[in-house]
């Protein structure tokens, strides 16, 4: 069964605007990771959050992380039409080993 | 560096056929895993490997073989391919075993008819 569950599964913005992606997880985490893949390509590591983190930043991206309600969330900031791909929270179980479970991806598209 | 390399880009079988998948890093990284991705299935680990001679199952195993013979390498193997293993391939690797960021190949794109 999946680990993590993004949402929304597609999001349509302008170029300018912020994008918000929300990720929920089921059971207890070491750290969250986000990934960007662009179509027909490999996965890009974004950013990695610790379970005793709260927030982080990178550039235009800033990410959240509330082990309380299992959830977290990825900001991109200024959106650019680059910014168009798929984005993946995957998790890192506590006890779990050291194996990324991946969510099943938000679909983003940046329009001119 | 070239990092994650892997071979071939596009493969199809028919049922019943062999085949290896070539995974390949020369970022000296210990841990080396597979994934397959299906559409609305998101990525599903298949086996994975902490370092050379160690290899485990990963979520969805079944109909695959691996084998960690040196650092750099993580071939992945289909024994008797099957129409249900039709999917996109990725190769990852990440420098330590634990809580590390994944380095991936760009892919392969397998069809079993």
């Known amino acids: 069964s999946q680990q993590g569950e993004e949402d929304p599964q597609a999001l349509s913005i302008q170029e300018g605007e912020n994008a918000t992606m929300n990720c929920s997880y089921k059971?207890?985490?070491?750290?969250l990771q986000w990934y960007r893949q662009n179509s027909g390509r490999g996965l890009v590591h974004l950013i990695l959050?610790?379970?005793?983190?709260r927030e982080k930043h990178s550039g235009r991206l800033r990410v959240t992380l509330d082990t309380s309600k299992k959830s977290s969330s990825l900001l991109i900031t200024a959106s650019r039409a680059a910014d168009t791909a798929s984005y993946f929270c995957a998790t890192v179980l506590t006890g779990g080993g050291n194996k990324l479970t991946f969510g099943t991806g938000t679909q983003l598209k940046v329009e001119l | 560096n070239a990092g994650v390399t892997q071979t071939p880009k596009f493969q199809v079988l028919k049922t019943g056929q062999s085949m290896t998948l070539q995974c390949a890093q020369d970022?000296?990284?210990?841990?080396m895993s597979w994934y397959r991705q299906d559409p609305g299935m998101g990525l599903r680990l298949i086996h994975y490997s902490v370092g050379a001679g160690i290899t485990d199952q990963g979520e969805v195993p079944n109909g695959y073989n691996v084998s960690r013979s040196t650092t750099e390498d993580f071939p992945l193997r289909l024994l008797s391919a099957a129409p249900s293993q039709t999917s996109v391939y990725f190769c990852a690797s990440s420098l330590g075993q634990f809580n590390e960021k994944l380095f991936f190949g760009s892919g392969t794109q397998l069809s079993v008819l």
């Open positions: 059971t207890s985490i070491n750290n």
């Open positions: 959050i610790r379970s005793n983190e």
């Open positions: 970022m000296n990284h210990e841990y």
